[in-house]
């Protein structure tokens, strides 16, 4: 078994080169969820972009918000479609929202059992899941029910 | 005052046509040969000479590039060159309202809207990336085996049915209705290949609330639809079929990266349907007959929700059988078996038997059709529809 949700084998996530996620994934690394949050009108923002959506600042910072959450939307996936997948079985992906930074939203696993009912409006946890086995290792955000 | 910034009734399709519809990898036919064949096809559909097109109009970065059309077909003098921006299907109807555009401001005078595939020559869509690495937005979504358009509108259709109550059995209809007529098209891949309810509900879970027959097929073929100015109507051996309205578009930040648009649960229609019968002059209670894009049967009842033909909490009493298969019923729906069951031709044949149905030549063909609407590509952005309508409509 492995100790990651998924079965190894899908690929490594980096920080794109141009840096606009860098400091996410360096969160991570740090068990820390930092999302954009723009230093002129202080909205969150997420995905990363360069611009402030509401007020068109280009001066946007990184800050850490507290990794809970309540589960947006969810669903069940039986097909796979990774090769890496092909033994997996069914597994469940989550879009979670944190109502403590405008409802920005991340996409990730809720772990436990595959097949446990799935409830939108559940409040959900982080789980800082750390790859060490990769080159270069990463770290995911999971959630867990709270 | 008449509002001449509009596309109703300036244009008028001439021919259509699409190649033989193959199940993916199996066309005969390279890909640019396809596209050669659907507007061959269409030109003598329309009984017009190939050399007198002056323009092409496609979408979701089809590879036929229409220089090259242009230069094979010797065409002396191109004027309208077109690509309609979006990923998916959502660029079929837009590909027609840039046609239509061309036509009614006289930068072209006949233009053919069309789309080629042969994904066995290039490769499949709904594979998941399987590069070593990733990174930008994908980079926050495969990681979890979130990566094929299965898995991306899932996730909206089940935000969507959990906000409205909506039943498997609505989905379920959706797909019973492409199939029940797609065995009275002998153009469709899955002619003589019917589902019921039973084979339904056994088949697999692609990804929940997606059994296998609510996902699209994959194939290979062409399709394509000529457009002139109406003071050609009556120059060819079909009524007239005018473009009413064919616009695109989409909601506040409905691209917003990592699944963040606030409105998420919807098709991408709400703003752009308002627009559509705006534009054509009539209310959804006039639709005659209906072709909506499936890539997935949750995205068809979103579409028809948001073109205001369904409340949206009473889609479990809308979506049956029966209301979507015959004239009588209240929503005659995807005529000619649609992505589901006639072939995936990236949406463009939704079009073609819209057309059809205000001809009078469907295989499946609805009473009296004077409005006959296409929604194309839900879920996407930018999404689009159009509106074709009979003389009587203008
Ligand atoms: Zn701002």
């Known amino acids: ?146 | 005052m008449s509002n001449n910034r509009t596309l109703r009734g300036k244009s008028v399709v001439a021919g259509v046509a699409e190649t033989t519809y193959y199940k993916r990898g199996e066309s005969p036919d390279a890909e640019f040969k396809l596209a050669l064949k659907a507007i061959l096809g269409a030109c003598e559909n329309a009984g017009i000479s190939p050399k007198e097109i002056d323009g092409f109009s496609s979408y979701s970065n089809d590879r036929s590039d229409p220089s090259r059309i242009a230069a094979a077909l010797g065409i002396h003098d191109l004027r309208f060159a077109s690509m309609q921006w979006g990923g998916g299907g959502g660029g079929a109807s837009g590909a027609l309202a840039n046609a239509a555009s061309a036509i009614s401001t006289g930068m072209a005078e006949c233009v053919v809207v069309f789309r080629a595939l042969a994904q066995g020559q290039f490769g499949r869509f709904g594979q998941g990336r399987q590069s070593k690495f990733t990174s930008g937005e994908p980079a926050h979504t495969s990681p979890f085996g979130l990566m094929s358009p299965a898995q991306m509108f899932a996730m909206k259709v089940n935000r969507f049915m959990h906000d409205h109550g909506v039943k498997q059995e609505a989905l379920r209809a959706i797909s019973l209705a492409a199939y029940h007529h797609a065995q009275n098209n002998p153009r469709a891949v899955m002619h003589g290949r019917p589902l019921d309810a039973e084979k339904y509900d056994n088949s697999r879970w692609i990804v929940e609330p997606f059994h296998l027959y609510d996902c699209c097929q994959e194939n290979d073929g062409a399709a394509a639809m000529i457009l002139v100015p109406a003071e050609r109507a009556k120059d060819f051996d079909h009524p007239p079929c005018y473009v009413l309205s064919a616009l695109s578009g989409s909601h506040y930040r409905a691209g917003a990266p990592v699944h963040n648009t606030p409105d998420y649960g919807t098709s991408t229609f709400k703003t752009v349907a308002p627009r559509l019968y705006d534009m054509a002059q009539v209310k959804p209670s006039d639709v005659d007959v209906l072709q909506s894009y499936e890539n997935f049967t949750g995205g068809v009842l979103m579409s028809v929700v948001e073109h205001g033909l369904c409340a949206p909490d009473e889609c479990n009493e809308f979506f049956t059988l029966e209301n979507l298969t015959s004239s009588s019923g209240k929503l005659p729906l995807n005529t000619s078996g649609g992505n589901l069951a006639e072939c995936y031709m990236h949406g463009l044949g939704l079009n073609v038997e819209g057309v059809r149905q205000v001809w009078g030549e469907s295989t499946n063909q609805i009473k009296d059709v004077n409005v006959s609407m296409v929604t194309s590509g839900p879920m996407v952005t930018p999404v689009s529809s159009c509106i074709f309508g009979s003389e009587a409509t203008l």
């Not at chain 1, 969810?74 to 597994?91: F, T």
Request: proline letters at 7%.
């Open chain 1, 1 to 146: 078994m492995s100790e990651y949700y998924l079965n190894p084998g899908l690929a490594i996530p980096r920080a794109q080169a141009d840096g606009l996620d860098k400091a996410y994934w360096d969160g991570l690394a740090e068990d820390k969820l930092i999302i954009q949050r723009c230093l002129s009108c202080k909205g969150w923002q997420w995905g990363p972009e360069w611009l402030c959506h509401r007020c068109h600042s280009f001066d946007l910072g990184y800050e850490e918000i507290e990794s809970t959450g309540v589960i947006y939307s969810h669903e069940r996936v039986w097909h796979p479609i990774h090769p890496a997948l092909k033994d997996q079985g069914p597994y469940v992906v989550v879009l979670v929202e944190f109502p403590q930074a405008d409802y920005v939203r991340v996409v990730g696993n809720l772990l436990g059992d595959p097949l446990q009912p799935l409830e939108i409006g559940a409040k959900v946890k982080g789980v800082f899941e750390h790859h060490t086995d990769t080159d270069p290792v990463y770290t995911l955000l999971q959630w867990q029910l709270a």
